[in-house]
């Protein structure tokens, strides 16, 4: 149902398309239950590192695994993306599904580790060679022990994520009313979860 705007709310503060955008009921376990649904639903999404005289630079990566609220990637250390967080370590990883038009938003410092670190055999499945080739060495082959086989965990500081509450149809039909009325779509709930709420959710296991 369209959520009526009234003139008494139209402020910066108040503004529905702004103040109520934010879920400030639903219990925390259950916001970080249903961001990690989201998250495992998908196989991969974009890895942001900050490039000096650049600014924000993004590519596709797929997920290694993720640990609680943190995300590991394996990659190559010999790519570009090292020399961005030996500068800066911070870094924004990003989700979106297409479908249901859910998607995540991860800000965090990136830790990365040499290649003894034995979560890399842990992580480190059948295709993952492709991306690094076998150099025909007996070293650089592509397998766990490859040295160029780096693992890269982005440790969570701020998430911020939109869950649909409609279908696709009811999305649409939503989104038409309220451009017709002049009203604001309720297609979904938008959450944030804050570096306290993170850590909490580390200590518990969660």
Known sequence: MVKPLTQDEVNSKTDPSVAKQWDETTPKEEQFKELYKIIDGLKGGLLTTIRPGVGPVARAMAVAKRAGPDILFLANHHATKFDDLKKDKTCLVTFQNS????????TGEAVTT????????????????????DLGDGVHTGMPDDPRMTLIEVKANYIAYWK?????????????????TGQVADTGVNRQLFDKDIQTARDSGL
Do not use: L
């Open 164 to 180: 649909s509450t409609s279908s696709f149809p009811g999305f649409i039909k939503e989104v038409a009313q309220a451009s017709m």
């Open 114 to 133: 040499s290649n003894d670190d034995p979560r890399i055999k842990d992580v480190y499945s059948k295709g993952v060679n492709a991306w690094f080739g």
């Open 99 to 106: 479908s249901s038009m859910d998607w995540v938003s991860i």
